[in-house]
């Protein structure tokens, strides 16, 4: 190899010690994960829109009060945890690691409450008859499809409480850094968007009107 090629190999992004994406390594591994469970969802949601366009008996279980109003309560806590995340990234980025913490905190408080109310509804919606394999208004598939797509995202909201848990600690003491918050709040953003596609697409698609 050439003294001018050995050079330029040496100081290349990928010989080590630089970041050749422009981001940190926890940040990339967060955004791959990002776009695997997006194909994931989207999956599941087209797979959803299939099973509803080929089925003449697919039902409309949710009158607009309660179950739409209740939906919409369960969006809007989701949404305000969403705004209480990027405040909590903005103060780790101006190194105010208290404020940082209390705002994560109230995040974590947003995503327990977003799951204490969809557990609410599905005891009711059980109580009703609604069952993985059936149900009482239409094709016995809904109940699978249903308890599938918001059970899958309510585990990645519990999921994530317990992540900006793990976060807040850590940063209150001194042992992560603002990206660990920033790649924290990325997490819970997606999780924030993905109910963005199933509350329209499962709920206010399937209004019951009397």
Known sequence: MAHGERDVAVNSAWAGGVRPFAMG????????????????????????SYLRLANADWPRPFPFSPSIIFSTIMTVVLLFSSLTMVMAVAAAARGRRGTAVKWI??????????????LTEWMHLIEAGLRPGANPWGSPLFGAVFFGVTGLHMT????????????????GLGKFKPEDVEVSGLYWHFVDLVWMFVFPLVYLMSVHYK
């Open 25 to 48: 390594s926890k940040k990339l591994g967060m955004w791959l994960f990002i776009i695997s469970d997006s194909l994931t969802f989207s999956v599941l949601l087209l797979s959803y």
């Open 105 to 118: 905190l109230g995040t974590m408080a947003g995503g327990a409450a977003f799951i204490g109310l969809h």
């Open 156 to 171: 990645h909201v519990a999921i994530g409480v317990i992540y900006l848990g793990i976060v807040a600690t850590g940063f």
